[in-house]
Each structure stands twice: as structure tokens, then as C-alpha cells.
């Protein structure tokens, strides 16, 4: 079983930039095939960002998100991580990472087995 926890959250100005870090302990973070981080915002649902399916190098965004987030195709290490660039006021929400036990639809989060407690972003217009 592994324990994912989320770093790198923070407030940050319109167009700012954000690092995510999930790093893994208890099992090594490459034998999840999949690795996916979400997000929910104050009053709404939990939502998909983007996900890294490791064995086919697979990355996958959510269409508000696509062209500004980027997660790696290839696991380095034992830490995941999720680069947000040009943040717009929109993004503020808690980040979660999640691990899954077998490939599934990344975009659904009952795919995913294991969660982080999630970090904050705060985006200021």
C-alpha cells in the first residue's frame, strides 16, 4: 500500500507558475500504472487535471487545463509531479494526486485506489 502526499501548493499572482509535487512512500510509485491528479474548488465536485499512464508513456489533460499543465510521461523516482503554468483564477482549488492499482479511464476518479490529502492553490487575480 502506498501513502501519497502533495506539496508545492501556494497562492500565486495571474499567470504565475506551480510546481506539484506527490511523493510516495510505503511502495514504490512506478508499480502504479497509472497516476493522476484532480482537483476540487470550493463548492464543487472533485475534478480530473491530468493523469501519466507510465507503461505507454500516455499522458492525458482536461480541455480547461490542456497547453498549460504538464505531468511527466516517465516516472523519475518515487515522486510525481504536476507543472502549472499561466494559472488563471480559475485553477484555485485543492490538488489531490492519486495512485491506481490497474489501468482504468484515467479521468474517472473511482479508477484511482490510493489519494493524497491534497495541497491548496490559490490563484490572484
Known amino acids: 500500500q502506498v501513502q501519497l502526499v502533495e506539496s508545492g501548493g501556494g497562492l500565486v499572482q495571474v499567470g504565475g507558475s506551480l510546481t506539484l509535487s506527490c511523493a510516495a512512500s510505503?511502495?514504490?510509485?512506478?508499480?502504479?500504472?497509472?497516476v493522476g491528479w484532480f482537483r476540487q474548488a470550493p463548492g464543487k465536485e472533485r475534478e480530473f487535471v491530468a493523469a501519466?499512464?507510465?507503461?505507454?508513456?500516455?499522458?492525458d489533460y482536461a480541455g480547461s487545463v490542456k497547453g498549460r499543465f504538464t505531468v511527466p510521461r516517465e516516472i523519475a523516482g518515487n515522486t510525481a509531479y504536476l507543472q502549472m503554468n499561466s494559472l488563471k483564477p480559475e485553477d484555485t482549488a485543492v490538488y489531490y494526486c492519486?495512485?491506481?492499482?490497474?489501468?482504468?479511464?484515467?479521468?474517472?476518479?473511482?479508477?484511482?485506489?490510493?489519494w493524497g490529502q491534497g495541497t491548496q492553490v490559490t490563484v490572484s487575480s
Open positions: 510505503g511502495r514504490t510509485l512506478s508499480t502504479y500504472p497509472m
Open positions: 501519466s499512464v507510465w507503461r505507454d508513456r500516455v499522458t
Open positions: 492519486a495512485a491506481a492499482t490497474r489501468l482504468g479511464l484515467v479521468q474517472i476518479s473511482n479508477s484511482y485506489s490510493y
